[in-house]
T-cell receptor
Framework: GEDVEQSLFLSVREGDSSVINCTYTDSSSTYLYWYKQEPGAGLQLLTYIFSNMDMKQDQRLTVLLNKKDKHLSLRIADTQTGDSAIYFC???????????FGKGTKLSVKP | DGGITQSPKYLFRKEGQNVTLSCEQNLNHDAMYWYRQDPGQGLRLIYYSQIVNDFQKGDIAEGYSVSREKKESFPLTVTSAQKNPTAFYLCASSGGSNGNQPQHFGDGTRLSIL
């Protein structure tokens, strides 16, 4: 079945850029999403990209999509301590019409 | 403000007891979902509903039941048949059911065993 892979941890210094990577297997996905989860909370939609786009920028967030390699990335510029959270990549195309989620990347930002 | 409300935030279950988690949305969304989140395992789909009075099993439906009598509400019952219910439960809704619209999430319910 479809699969979404993410590295589990990323640590950066405040003010640096963070890049969170995601690879997926289902090439028919039309929408790809990034969600943020803070401790004890639900998932907050950060941004998404349509499969016919290569890049989408939204303030400090940049999403890059390489369809050939089935690779999605989220870049956070000028990372702040408030960006510390778990970030989930999700793709459309589940067999039940649902989203397929990666296991999440825990971002730690050191002052 | 439109959104998804889950209650309670924390819930404790005794041995052999059924418990029900509430999920209400005022986004006028047709599709609703229940996920289970365990540490290091991401989100796993329990049940989903694309329309009122209809719902489908997800990947880990055993030991759970749902109902969808109203568009706004999608309660999840964790039955005594679920032997390992301790987890964080997330409810979501979306305007479409094919993944081409984002899912919006509630703040979750943490279920523990007494």
């Amino acid at each position: 079945g479809e699969d979404v892979e993410q590295s589990l941890f990323l640590s950066v210094r405040e003010g640096d850029s963070s890049v969170i990577n995601c690879t997926y297997t289902d090439s028919s996905s039309t929408y790809l999403y990034w969600y943020k989860q803070e401790p004890g909370a639900g998932l907050q939609l950060l941004t998404y990209i349509f499969s016919n786009m290569d890049m989408k920028q939204d303030q400090r967030l940049t999403v890059l999509l390489n369809k050939k390699d089935k690779h999605l990335s989220l870049r956070i510029a000028d990372t702040q301590t408030g960006d510390s959270a778990i970030y989930f990549c999700a793709i459309s195309g589940g067999s039940q019409g649902n989203l397929i989620f990666g296991k999440g990347t825990k971002l730690s930002v050191k002052p | 403000d439109g959104g998804i409300t889950q209650s309670p935030k924390y819930l404790f279950r005794k041995e052999g007891q059924n418990v029900t988690l509430s999920c209400e949305q005022n986004l006028n969304h047709d599709a609703m979902y229940w996920y289970r989140q365990d540490p290091g395992q991401g989100l796993r789909l329990i049940y989903y509903s694309q329309i009122v009075n209809d719902f489908q099993k997800g990947d880990i439906a055993e030991g759970y039941s749902v109902s969808r009598e109203k568009k706004e509400s999608f309660p999840l019952t964790v039955t005594s048949a679920q032997k390992n219910p301790t987890a964080f439960y997330l409810c979501a809704s979306s305007g479409g059911s094919n993944g081409n619209q984002p899912q919006h999430f509630g703040d979750g319910t943490r279920l523990s065993i007494l």
